[in-house]
C-alpha cells in the first residue's frame, strides 16, 4: 500500500510515496474500477491517429492521478507489426505522461485465446487492448491529517 497526497496547499514533498504494511485506522481506501479501451490501427499502419492519442491521453492521465494503478496493451497477433504497435503505444503514453516503464506491462495472447477473441470482434487484426485492472487505493490529507 502506498500514501499519497492530494492536497494543493501543502503536497509531501519527501518522499513522495510511503510504504506502509498495515492499514491506518483513519485510512480511506477508494476503489478504482477496472478501466477498459480498444483501439483499431489502420491496416499495416503501427502509427498513431488522433482518436487513438484522445483515448491514450485520459489513460495516461489516471495513471499519472492514481499511481498504484498500471495498464496492460495486448495484442492478439505476434509479427513485428504487432510489436510495433504496441511499443507506440506504451512509449506514447510512458514519455507523454513521465510513466515508469514497470507501470506498463505489454502482453501478446495465445492462439487459444485469440480465436475466443475472434468470435467477438470483427476487427481483431487491427485491434488493442486497454486494460487498467481494479485498484483499491489508501489515500491520505495532510492538510486534515487523515489517511
Not at 514533498?13 to 490501427?41: A, K, R
Not at 483515448?55 to 496492460?72: A, F, P, Q, R, S
Amino acid at each position: 500500500m502506498a500514501i499519497h497526497s492530494f492536497s494543493q496547499t501543502n503536497p509531501i514533498s519527501q518522499p513522495l510515496v510511503t510504504e506502509i504494511n498495515y492499514y491506518p485506522e483513519q485510512g480511506m481506501l477508494v476503489s478504482f474500477p477496472t478501466h477498459y479501451d480498444v483501439i483499431y490501427f489502420e491496416n499495416n499502419s503501427s502509427q498513431l491517429t488522433i482518436n487513438m492519442k484522445t483515448i491514450l491521453n485520459n489513460i495516461g492521465y489516471l495513471l499519472d492521478t492514481y499511481k498504484e494503478t498500471y495498464l496492460v496493451i495486448t495484442l492478439h497477433t505476434s509479427d513485428d507489426l504487432a510489436y510495433d504497435r504496441l511499443y507506440s503505444v506504451a512509449d506514447y503514453i510512458a514519455m507523454q505522461f513521465k510513466i515508469e516503464q514497470e507501470r506498463i506491462q505489454i502482453m501478446l495472447t495465445s492462439q487459444e485465446e485469440t480465436k475466443h477473441y475472434k468470435q467477438y470482434e470483427k476487427n481483431w487484426k487491427n485491434s488493442t487492448e486497454l486494460i487498467m485492472p481494479k485498484t483499491i487505493i489508501v489515500t491520505y490529507d495532510p492538510e486534515l491529517g487523515m489517511y
